[in-house]
């Protein structure tokens, strides 16, 4: 069967929409149609290479659909069947699965990109093989992927608000929640109003934070957060930014900094915003050679902490389902996430847009 898909076969040049051969699921792997693929900062992360694949790879890691068909001893899902994809694909009996940290799982030996058996199910017309991002690849109309990479979902929830929880909803909100553990009555900064940054606002305001201080550079991303539960806005471009935030937590620092943008130097700053004894948590992936300088002293004379967050400390099918739930009951925006919607065709267009700053999250939809 034929699929169209964005494909990165050069670091740093346009995705290329491509028409791939796709063979069939094997044992234990699932075909899906997809209906919707968030628009990520973490895919471009791949197009520019800080986060690594070798070329050419299938993009995308963001998305929901439909089965179509199932492998030889797929036992957890059907045709038919609705699911949110997880960019975590999770054995279940590794030591860091048995003690329930399944996103940090370490039980495959598979290369990078490749299904479980490491193989390539995509092909292009010249015969090379294309992996796919975090084995899902959900920018693509059709994807073959591990059974254990889906979470099951009622197939009343549109496929675009369910795709968002497949990293940007539970990357925010489970760093707050679940990583950080953040207590009501605390104040939390967050530096970064995009995708992750806004749901990590999110979980501030389920976690009962009584402050929440949004840090960005562009003003129109800064209102973005104000809609989505910043109680104050700290504007980069003009001010300190830790000095402002200090200023509005009476001097001493916030209880929780996040950081959602993947640099040492806004790391650093979540650092340096937290009071003695706080907890400063990175969640935006920085390039492996960038080094983060945190001064030993305040880590020992402070006792603050560093902690880094990898997809909310997430349980995917335990915790994705819980966070449609809070949709339901009106605690958590989705519907606010998705400001512009693409074609496939127009993911070039997507990137720009996000690198401009134009949405909080782009989305693209496929004909299901």
Not at 204 to 222: G, P, Y
Request: with cysteine; charged share 20%; glycine share 10%.
């Amino acid at each position: 069967m034929q699929t169209k898909t964005a494909v990165v076969y050069e670091h740093d040049a346009p995705v290329v929409v491509d028409t791939l051969t796709l063979d069939d699921p094997r044992e234990n792997e699932v075909l899906l149609r997809m209906g919707a693929s968030g628009v990520c900062h973490s895919d471009l992360s791949v197009v520019n290479g800080t986060i690594y694949f070798d070329p050419p790879v299938a993009l995308g890691h963001e998305g929901a659909g439909i089965v179509e068909r199932v492998g030889d001893n797929v036992t957890y899902v059907k045709p038919g069947d609705h699911v949110i994809l997880s960019f975590v694909t999770y054995c279940g009996n590794c030591p860091l699965c048995v003690i329930d940290r399944v996103c940090l799982c370490k039980g495959f030996s598979a290369r990078r990109g490749y299904l479980l058996d490491d193989t390539c199910r995509l092909h292009n017309a010249r015969g090379q093989d294309i992996i796919q991002m975090s084995r899902i690849g959900t920018m693509s109309e059709l994807s073959v992927v591990p059974e254990q990479a889906l979470i099951k979902i009622d197939p009343g929830y549109p496929l675009d608000r369910a795709a968002l929880v497949g990293c940007g909803v539970t990357t925010g909100v489970g760093a707050v929640l679940k990583t950080a553990q953040v207590e009501p009555g605390s104040s939390v900064a967050v530096i970064g109003s995009g995708g992750v940054g806004l749901n990590a606002i999110q979980g501030a305001v389920l976690a009962d934070a009584e402050r929440i201080i949004a840090v960005d550079l562009m003003e129109n991303k800064l209102e973005y957060a104000r809609q989505f539960g910043a109680t104050d806005t700290v504007n980069a471009s003009e001010v300190d930014a830790v000095e402002a935030v200090r200023e509005l937590s009476g001097g001493l620092g916030v209880d929780y900094a996040f950081e959602a943008i993947g640099s040492s130097a806004t790391i650093r700053q979540a650092f340096d915003m937290v009071r003695p004894a706080g907890t400063a948590v990175a969640i935006g992936l920085a390039r492996a050679e960038d080094l983060v300088p945190v001064p030993p002293q305040d880590l020992i004379w402070g006792e603050k902490n560093l902690i880094g967050s990898y997809y909310g400390s997430s349980r995917p099918r335990v915790d994705m389902p819980q966070y449609l739930r809070y949709y339901d009951e009106g605690k958590l925006k989705l519907d606010e996430l998705i400001t512009q919607t693409y074609r496939l065709e127009q993911i070039n267009q997507a990137f720009a847009d996000m690198e401009a700053g134009k949405n909080a999250r782009g989305m693209l939809l496929f004909d299901v």
